[in-house]
T-cell receptor, first 115, second 112 residues
Framework: KAGVTQTPRYLIKTRGQQVTLSCSPI?????VSWYQQTPGQGLQFLFE???????NKGNFPGRFSGRQFSNSRSEMNVSTLELGDSALYLC??????????????FGPGTRLTVT | AQSVTQLDSQVPVFEEAPVELRCNYS??????LFWYVQYPNQGLQLLLK??????LVKGINGFEAEFNKSQTSFHLRKPSVHISDTAEYFC??????????FGTGTSLTVIP
C-alpha cells in the first residue's frame, strides 16, 4: 500500500496570507490527524477527523481549520498567517480503532515558512 | 487529559554503547504507549508500542521498551547503538486511539 502523502512538501508564504495543505491517508484508513511540529515544542495536536467529522481538536486558534472528504483525504487551512506559524505540519492516518488501538502512520510533512 | 515528558532533549552516546531514552507520562486512566523515530526531513516511523500484556516490548532496529505502571514510565533502550540510530525520538500516549499526546522529543546523536 502507498503511504500517507502530503502536498506540497515545501511552502513559503507571507504574513497575512492563507494556506491550504493536503493529506491523502493510507487506503482504508478513515482517521486523519494533523500535528504542528516546531523545535522545542515537539508535536502539538491540531485536530482529528473521521468520516468527514472533526472528532477531536487541540488548543489552536480558530485560524486553523480542517476538513475531510468522503474519500478520507483531508485538508487543513491556516488563515491570516503569522510568523509563528512557521513549522512542519504532519498528517497521520490510522484505522478506526473499533475494539482496539492502532498506531498512527505519518506522512513526510509540509514545511511551511512564513516571511 | 494525558501528558508526556521526555526529560532529555539531547543524548550523545558513543557507537556500540548502550542507550536509554526516558519517557514519563501522566494520566488518570489506562493508556497505550508508543515510541516513534524521525529521521531528518522525514515523517515519524513507529518503533514499538505497548497495548497490553508483557511489559517488555521489543521493536524494530533492536530497540525495546519497558512499561512501568507504578513509575508511569516507558523508557526506550538499545544495548548497542549504531551511527544510523542518530535521529529524533518521540514518546506518545493515548487512551482513546484517536487523540495522541507526544513528548517534545529526544535528539539521539551517535558519536563514531
Amino acid at each position: 500500500k502507498a503511504g500517507v502523502t502530503q502536498t506540497p512538501r515545501y511552502l513559503i508564504k507571507t504574513r497575512g496570507q492563507q494556506v491550504t495543505l493536503s493529506c491523502s491517508p493510507i487506503s482504508g484508513h478513515r482517521s486523519v490527524s494533523w500535528y504542528q511540529q516546531t523545535p522545542g515544542q515537539g508535536l502539538q495536536f491540531l485536530f482529528e477527523y473521521f468520516s468527514e467529522t472533526q472528532r477531536n481538536k487541540g488548543n489552536f486558534p480558530g485560524r486553523f481549520s480542517g476538513r475531510q472528504f468522503s474519500n478520507s483525504r483531508s485538508e487543513m487551512n491556516v488563515s491570516t498567517l503569522e510568523l509563528g506559524d512557521s513549522a512542519l505540519y504532519l498528517c497521520a492516518s490510522s484505522l478506526e480503532p473499533a475494539g482496539g488501538i492502532y498506531e498512527q502512520y505519518f506522512g513526510p510533512g509540509t514545511r511551511l515558512t512564513v516571511t | 487529559a494525558q501528558s508526556v515528558t521526555q526529560l532529555d532533549s539531547q543524548v550523545p552516546v558513543f557507537e556500540e554503547a548502550p542507550v536509554e531514552l526516558r519517557c514519563n507520562y501522566s494520566s488518570s486512566v489506562s493508556v497505550y504507549l508508543f515510541w516513534y523515530v524521525q529521521y531528518p526531513n522525514q515523517g515519524l516511523q513507529l518503533l514499538l508500542k505497548y497495548l497490553s500484556g508483557s511489559t517488555l516490548v521489543k521493536g524494530i532496529n533492536g530497540f525495546e521498551a519497558e512499561f512501568n505502571k507504578s513509575q508511569t514510565s516507558f523508557h526506550l533502550r538499545k544495548p548497542s547503538v549504531h551511527i544510523s540510530d542518530t535521529a529524533e525520538y518521540f514518546c506518545a500516549v493515548t487512551n482513546t486511539g484517536n487523540q495522541f499526546y507526544f513528548g517534545t522529543g529526544t535528539s539521539l546523536t551517535v558519536i563514531p
